[in-house]
C-alpha cells in the first residue's frame, strides 16, 4: 500500500475523463475544473490514509475490521466515524445502518465525501488472499469507485496486495440534499 497516493492519483485522472464536467462545474460553484480535480483528489488521499490508520492495527488482531467511514465535512475537515453499536451487529447488517447514517448526514447538508472501510472475503477463489480490504468511495461532485486490496495477516504483521479499482453505483450520494438544511 506504499503506492496508494499514485494509485488514488492514477483513479481519480481516469474519473476525470469520464466524469460530465458540465454537471461538475455547476455544482462546484464557479471553480475550474483543475481545482476541483485537486480538492477532490486530496480529500480521496486524506480519507483513504486516515482510514488505514484506523484499522492497521485492528486488522492484525482480529483479521478483518467492522465497517466504518472516513468522511470529509462542508467544513473540509476529515474524521472517523464508527457506530459503536455496529461493532456487535453481523457485517453485513453493521454496512447498512453505516450507509444510512452516512446518507442522512447527507440529507443534512453535513458532509461532501465518503470512504466506507471494511474486510470482506476474497471473490477471486484461485488468490493467495482469502480477505480483502473494501474501500468505498463517493464525492459529492460525482466521481465514485471501490478499492478492493487483498491482504493476509502473517507474523503478526498485515501484508497487502495489489489493488484493484472498480467502478461501482453511488450508494450514499444518489439522494437529493436538503438546500434548506445545507445553508
Known sequence: M????????????????????????????????????????????????????????????????????????????????????AEEMPADVALEVLRRSLIALVKKGKIGATAIFYTADNPNKEANAEKVLVVEMEHIFGPTLAQLVPFTIKDGKARFGDQVVVDMEKQIFNIKVDKEAAE
Open 2 to 85: 506504499k503506492n496508494t497516493s499514485t494509485a488514488v492519483r492514477a483513479t481519480m485522472f481516469l474519473i476525470f475523463l469520464i466524469l460530465p464536467l458540465g454537471e461538475l462545474f455547476a455544482q462546484s460553484g464557479g471553480a475550474t475544473e483543475d481545482e476541483v480535480k485537486q480538492m477532490v483528489q486530496k480529500q480521496f488521499e486524506r480519507m483513504y490514509q486516515k482510514g488505514v490508520e484506523n484499522l492497521s492495527d485492528r486488522i492484525v488482531v482480529s483479521g478483518g475490521v467492522k465497517p466504518f467511514a472516513v468522511v470529509t465535512d462542508t467544513g473540509d475537515q476529515t474524521k472517523a466515524i464508527r457506530i459503536k453499536q
